[in-house]
């Protein structure tokens, strides 16, 4: 049995960092585990040019502890209005990493995305000849469709459409829920890919709806059957380069979970490499967690792989009940429970 093995140090490829005091007392427990990570524009007025991104991207730089080495990679907030022209701009000098599409209203702080896909088809079509990654949120936010068919939707409605029109254009599926999108991405070619996060990997919806329900299970998109969670555990763990991970660690105050209308995200980065190697634990795949975790985003980013290693031990992590940022508490991933694995730099 391995009790311990040590890999490059990962990359967190999808995660939600905020702004001010949050941001400052969030951002060192994901410098604590990865080298780089994604950071989503989904701010309050969103990221969606060039010079906002550079004045974030100092504010995170200042939030990382001295002596840590973390490197914030930015992301550009698609609108119905994104400037092509200021996107290539900041992607060329080293700004943006890719541009996020967020249809309107699907999630938190996405009320300024896209409308409809078809407005920004411009945009789309330089970031393929520019060749710039396109993240994507994949859930239609038509009322008539229920909230758990919503990424399966999205995928006929919208994303076969946006493969198809745009065929070298390299998107990533963000937090993938469903087998649905599991076999999207599989039958998709190789400029197709999806993050995982740990909650789906570990959670079904029960986790949220069964004896009351659990605010701190809840996250968008939201966790579906178990049959789904089994499909990502298997695609996670395949060692199929398409597959790599992205926490979506979502930090909400406690008082804006357990709220009458809570909000949606999970605050997955204090422990989020205890959790994902759990899972590959649990499938006997520890030899294909670097793939998942430190390999396979830089092969689809285009970006080198960190030289840095990190080591992971078989002993006890205790995730606290409750952390405190911004002076406020917040309830982390795994809140009160015991897992089985620990960083040890
Ligand atoms: C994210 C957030 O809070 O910013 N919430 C979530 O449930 N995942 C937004 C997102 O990624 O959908
Ligand atoms: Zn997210």
Redesign the pocket.
């Given at each position: 049995m391995t009790d311990r093995f040590t890999i490059r140090r990962p990359d967190d490829w999808?995660l939600?960092f905020?702004d001010g005091e949050i941001m400052r007392d969030v951002v060192p427990y994901t410098a604590r585990q990865f080298a780089r990570a994604i950071v989503?524009p989904?701010l309050t007025p969103p990221v969606t040019t060039m010079a906002l991104a550079e004045a974030y991207r100092a504010r995170i730089r200042a939030a990382v502890p001295n002596g840590v080495r973390f490197e914030p990679l930015m992301t550009c907030y698609l609108t119905d209005d994104t400037d092509p022209d200021d996107l290539v701009r900041g992607a060329a000098a080293g700004v943006f990493t890719a541009a996020k599409l967020?249809p309107a209203h699907?999630?938190?702080?996405?009320a300024a995305g896209v409308t409809n896909v078809e407005k920004i088809h411009p945009v789309l079509e330089r970031m393929e000849a520019e060749d710039i990654v396109l993240c994507i949120?994949g859930?239609v936010t038509d009322h008539s469709v229920d909230v758990f068919d919503r990424e399966k939707v999205f995928i006929e409605r919208h994303l076969r459409a946006i493969v198809a029109a745009f065929p070298k254009l390299r998107i990533v599926f963000?937090?993938i829920t469903t087998a649905d999108a599991v076999d999207f991405v599989l039958g998709a070619g190789p400029q197709v890919a999806a993050t995982i996060?740990p909650q789906h990997l570990h959670i079904n919806r029960n986790a949220m709806l069964v004896g009351g329900i659990q605010p701190h299970n809840?996250?968008?998109?939201v966790a579906k059957r178990e049959e789904h969670r089994l499909a990502l555990r298997k695609a996670a763990t395949s060692g199929n380069p398409k597959f790599f991970l992205g926490t979506?660690s979502?930090?909400?105050l406690r008082k804006a979970k357990e709220a009458a209308c809570g909000?949606?995200?999970?605050f997955g980065a204090p422990f989020a490499l205890e959790s994902y190697v759990t899972v590959f634990d649990e499938e006997g795949a520890l030899e294909r967690f670097e793939g998942f975790a430190a390999l396979h985003g830089p092969a689809f980013y285009r970006l080198p792989v960190n030289e840095e290693t990190i080591t992971l031990v078989r002993g006890e992590t205790d995730v606290p009940e409750v952390l405190t940022v911004a002076g406020e508490e917040i309830v982390p991933w795994h809140a009160g429970q015991r897992l089985g694995w620990r960083l040890v730099g």
């Open positions: 999808h939600h905020r989503m989904n967020y699907a999630t938190t702080n996405s949120h859930e963000e937090h996060t809840y996250c968008l998109p979506d979502a930090p909400h909000c949606a995200g999970i």
